[in-house]
């Protein structure tokens, strides 16, 4: 799975399965523009790309802020000269429900970011997608597909399901340009997703996890990222409109 020369832009890319993604295409000898707000952790993925010979841009931009992700794909333009992979990954979780009076709050946050931002972004890529027939690979959930178990969580799964549709009217808007657009979905993953959005999560829950799965294992950054590179690569070149699970067979139980 050659990436070699190709750009790639992973948002998200600070922590968990965005991290672990960047560095797998810098393997693979692409060039990664990394986007997420925090710069200290941004600055030591970048270190680890340019140790694997390859060119890092960070860009530390707030995607619910209209005007930094205004600004991700020229700069990566500017810097890189061209785009062949756009990965939609940063995402977050608030709380609220129906019966706890944050749903609009809750809802408004979690649009922004895992939704808004989304069509933003690929709005902004398309024209520099088709002049390289690239691709993007939207990460949504599980949840995307069923109703959270958390009810609390409830506007988390509904942007999910929302970006799943913007997945497969994006797909058949630009296939006649060539440019193909798929979403991978995950089941849990071990790493810091709960406790960076201070979800109020019992410990007991946290840590029996894969009781969740039918494998009773819990997935890792980079078994997602695996998925990720397949479908940004040529050998998925008849994929477009996709939704890849990856959850250990969570939707089974
Ligand atoms: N972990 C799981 O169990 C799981 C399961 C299914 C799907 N997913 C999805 O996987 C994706 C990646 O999450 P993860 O599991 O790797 O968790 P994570 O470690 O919390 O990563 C989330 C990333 O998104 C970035 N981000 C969040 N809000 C942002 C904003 N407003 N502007 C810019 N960047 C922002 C974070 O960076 P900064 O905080 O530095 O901005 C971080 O790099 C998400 O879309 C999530 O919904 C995760």
Do not use: W
Request: aromatic share 6%.
């Amino acid at each position: 799975m050659s990436f070699n020369n190709k750009v790639v832009i992973v948002t998200g890319a600070s922590s968990g399965i965005g991290a672990a993604t960047s560095l797998m295409f810098a393997k693979e000898g692409a060039d990664v523009a990394i986007v997420a707000r925090t710069q200290a952790k941004l600055a030591a993925v970048a270190k680890n790309i340019q140790a694997l010979g390859r060119r890092a841009l960070v860009i530390q931009a707030d995607l619910s802020k209209e005007a930094d992700t205004a600004t991700i794909i020229s700069k990566t333009i500017q810097h890189f000269g061209k785009l062949d992979v756009l990965v939609n990954n940063a995402g977050m979780a608030s709380q609220g429900c129906l019966l706890d009076g944050k749903a609009l709050q809750a809802y408004d946050e979690v649009m922004k970011t895992n939704v808004r931002a989304v069509v933003q972004l690929t709005s902004l890529a398309a024209p520099y997608l088709i002049q390289t027939k690239g691709n993007v690979v939207n990460i949504s959930s599980v949840a995307g597909l069923i109703p959270s178990k958390m009810t609390t969580l409830m506007f988390y799964a509904v942007s999910k399901v929302a970006l799943g549709h913007f997945t497969r009217c994006a797909a058949l808007e630009l296939a006649p340009s060539g440019v193909r657009v798929n979403s991978v979905n995950p089941g849990p993953v071990e790493n810091q997703f709960l406790t960076n959005n201070k979800l109020n999560v019992s410990d007991e829950l946290k840590s029996n996890l894969s009781d969740y799965t039918a494998l009773g294992y819990i997935a890792k950054d980079d078994e997602i990222g695996r998925v990720i590179l397949f479908l940004a690569s040529d050998k998925a070149r008849s994929i477009t409109g996709s939704t890849y699970v990856i959850d250990n067979g969570c939707l089974l139980k």
